[in-house]
């Protein structure tokens, strides 16, 4: 399969998530709670594509397929995109769009505080993502988008701090996100400058 056809695929595939729960909603299929289905079912798909674009450069490496990091901006826009739609619905929903309420949750409950930080984060890497950014940041666009690593351990803890009870869901994402930033610190450890 020509690597436009994996692109096409990639995009399709990741945006699918979003088509069933935008179908589920219209059709009264998301069950008892529709929006709790909404929040958890975005948050998790923003988490699941904040990891896989985290694995690309590591699959890059380990492969030698460099056309795979043609397809890392578009995951780590998914990653923003579901992102976007998790505290969308929560602020529409939870807090009727009031910055009052927002305010108030985030200054009083933790795992609001970790998640808003998360997107926060995210928001400077979708706007930087474009090559015109990358050639006008230089070097300090490699440093502006290592803050994925600090979402990555936003994300989960805030999943941890809002499940509170059987941990067995976010042992996945834990397990996944400690292997790539572990990968990471042992290449970091063995480059030269640090073996000197």
Same mark, same amino acid.
């Given at each position: 399969?020509?690597?436009?056809?994996?692109?096409?695929?990639?995009?399709?595939?990741?945006?699918?998530?979003?088509?069933?729960?935008?179908?589920?909603?219209?059709?009264?299929?998301?069950?008892?709670?529709?929006?709790?289905?909404?929040?958890?079912? *975005?948050?998790?798909?923003?988490?699941?594509?904040? #990891? =896989?674009? @985290? %694995? $690309? /450069?590591?699959?890059?490496?380990?492969?030698?397929?460099?056309?795979?990091?043609?397809?890392?901006?578009?995951?780590?826009?998914?990653?923003?995109?579901?992102?976007?739609?998790?505290?969308?619905?929560?602020?529409?929903?939870?807090?009727?769009?009031?910055?009052?309420?927002?305010?108030?949750?985030?200054?009083?409950?933790?795992?609001? *505080?970790?998640?808003?930080?998360?997107?926060?984060? #995210? =928001?400077? @890497? %979708? $706007? /930087?993502?474009?090559?015109?950014?990358?050639?006008?940041?230089?070097?300090?666009?490699?440093?502006?988008?290592?803050?994925?690593?600090?979402?990555?351990?936003?994300?989960?803890?805030?999943?941890?701090?809002?499940?509170?009870?059987?941990?067995?869901?976010?042992?996945?994402?834990?397990?996944?996100?400690?292997?790539?930033?572990?990968?990471?610190?042992?290449?970091?450890?063995?480059?030269?400058?640090?073996?000197?």
């Amino acid at each position: 399969m020509p690597f436009t056809s994996w692109r096409f695929a990639t995009f399709f595939l990741l945006l699918s998530p979003c088509v069933w729960l935008v179908y589920g909603f219209f059709s009264n299929n998301l069950g008892a709670n529709p929006v709790e289905t909404l929040t958890h079912q *975005t948050g998790k798909w923003a988490f699941i594509c904040l #990891l =896989l674009s @985290l %694995a $690309i /450069t590591p699959a890059r490496q380990l492969t030698g397929v460099k056309k795979l990091m043609l397809l890392r901006r578009m995951v780590g826009l998914y990653a923003f995109f579901y992102a976007t739609l998790h505290f969308l619905v929560y602020w529409v929903f939870d807090q009727s769009l009031s910055v009052a309420y927002l305010w108030e949750d985030i200054s009083d409950r933790p795992y609001i *505080t970790l998640g808003f930080l998360g997107w926060l984060f #995210l =928001l400077p @890497l %979708a $706007i /930087t993502s474009t090559q015109n950014w990358r050639k006008r940041l230089g070097k300090r666009w490699l440093t502006l988008h290592k803050l994925a690593y600090a979402v990555g351990l936003l994300a989960l803890f805030h999943y941890i701090w809002l499940i509170r009870a059987d941990y067995r869901e976010v042992v996945p994402y834990a397990l996944a996100l400690c292997a790539l930033l572990g990968y990471r610190l042992f290449r970091w450890l063995k480059t030269p400058q640090r073996a000197a």
